[in-house]
């Protein structure tokens, strides 16, 4: 069912909503890593440990990762602010200039970020244009790094909510 909103708008309505920056990253059967900015992230349970995020089905390297056995969500620290518009653009090699550690499944690891979680693939859920994927939690780490903040279309600097 077809709604009569405006695109526009609605997408300025979410905005509303602030969010924390998350690259989530797996490998391909090849071996070579695939990641992207992602600020669907979101704890879904705690026994099992579960999370979810959600990506669209047009968007490049979408079967990589609905197909994937693992996968790991990067929540970035103020300090990464330039990791998400690197891993949200078209460039070929998102990972360059990255320090990264491997992990479950050979998934790529960023170092030093607010929190990591590595995940097995629980489920998927079918949702409009997008796919929810839903991780189980296997390891994870977090330290004291203020994270980074999105909100109505702009980064934020966290505690005192400044723009950036």
Same mark, same amino acid.
């Given at each position: 069912? =077809?709604?009569?909103?405006?695109?526009?708008?609605?997408?300025?309505?979410?905005?509303?909503?602030?969010?924390?920056?998350?690259?989530?990253?797996?490998?391909?059967?090849?071996?070579?890593?695939?990641?992207?900015?992602?600020?669907?992230?979101?704890?879904?349970?705690?026994?099992?440990?579960?999370?979810?995020?959600?990506?669209?089905?047009?968007?490049?390297?979408?079967a %990589?990762?609905?197909? %994937?056995?693992?996968?790991?969500?990067?929540?970035?620290? *103020?300090? *990464?602010l330039?990791?998400?518009? $690197?891993?949200?653009?078209?460039?070929?090699d998102?990972? $360059?200039?990255? =320090?990264? =550690?491997?992990?479950?499944?050979?998934?790529?690891?960023?170092?030093? #970020?607010?929190?990591?979680?590595? #995940?097995? $693939?629980?489920?998927?859920v079918?949702?409009?244009?997008?796919?929810?994927?839903?991780?189980?939690?296997?390891?994870?780490?977090?330290?004291?790094?203020?994270?980074?903040?999105?909100? %109505?279309?702009?980064?934020? $600097?966290?505690?005192?909510?400044?723009?950036?």
């Amino acid at each position: 069912m =077809e709604s009569d909103f405006d695109a526009r708008d609605l997408r300025n309505a979410f905005g509303r909503f602030a969010t924390g920056v998350t690259v989530v990253t797996t490998i391909l059967p090849s071996g070579q890593p695939i990641g992207l900015t992602a600020n669907s992230f979101s704890s879904v349970s705690m026994s099992p440990p579960l999370v979810s995020w959600n990506y669209r089905r047009e968007a490049l390297g979408f079967a %990589a990762f609905v197909g %994937a056995q693992h996968f790991a969500v990067h929540v970035l620290g *103020q300090h *990464q602010l330039h990791l998400s518009p $690197q891993f949200a653009s078209s460039v070929p090699d998102r990972f $360059q200039g990255v =320090e990264l =550690e491997t992990g479950l499944g050979g998934v790529p690891l960023i170092k030093d #970020c607010a929190a990591v979680f590595e #995940c097995r $693939q629980w489920s998927t859920v079918e949702a409009g244009d997008h796919v929810i994927l839903l991780g189980e939690v296997l390891r994870y780490m977090h330290n004291d790094a203020p994270p980074l903040v999105f909100h %109505a279309g702009r980064y934020m $600097q966290w505690p005192n909510a400044q723009h950036a």
